[in-house]
């Protein structure tokens, strides 16, 4: 998808209407016209990227401050009982607009909203294994 054709960078860039929480030169903040709860926000960046393995550090730095910003304003206006923030990655893990964004969840007891797993079981000599692995690549 060409980024002309994307939706999300249209609503980021002004083009769509959106009912805007924030927005500054770096993204805008939106309230999802398909909430999983009431108050669920979308961070979308005004730049494109497919995905977090597509961003630089200071945009996925600047989101994730921005995050903690409209998190507050969530539990001031709305006093939920938690909050899921949310970045799918690749249609495996549930992305379905394939513009980087990030969804904050207000979560309600007994509400209806599901993001939960099945616990696995790990061995500790691959956990260590891993780890090793991982550490050189960062």
């Given at each position: 998808?060409?980024?002309?054709?994307?939706?999300?960078?249209?609503?980021?860039?002004?083009?769509?209407?959106?009912?805007?929480?924030?927005?500054?030169?770096?993204?805008r903040v939106i309230l999802?016209?398909?909430?999983?709860?009431?108050?669920?926000?979308?961070?979308?960046?005004k730049e494109h990227f497919d995905n977090v393995y597509s961003?630089?550090?200071d945009t996925a730095?600047?989101?994730?401050?921005?995050?903690?910003?409209v998190a507050k304003a969530q539990k001031a206006e709305l006093n939920p009982d938690g909050l899921n923030i949310i970045q799918n990655n690749g249609e495996a893990a549930g992305q379905t607009v394939f513009h980087f964004h990030m969804h904050?969840?207000?979560?309600?007891?007994?509400?209806?909203?599901n993001v939960t797993w099945k616990p696995g079981e790990s061995d500790k000599t691959e956990l260590e294994a891993l780890s090793k692995a991982l550490r050189k690549r960062i």
């Open positions: 998808m060409s980024k002309e054709d994307c939706i999300f960078c249209k609503i980021a860039n002004g083009v769509i209407p959106s009912a805007t929480v924030y927005e500054d030169s770096i993204c999802d016209i398909n909430p999983a709860s009431k108050g669920h926000a979308l961070i979308i960046p961003m630089d550090a730095s600047k989101i994730f401050t921005i995050a903690t910003e904050l969840v207000p979560r309600y007891i007994n509400d209806t909203v």
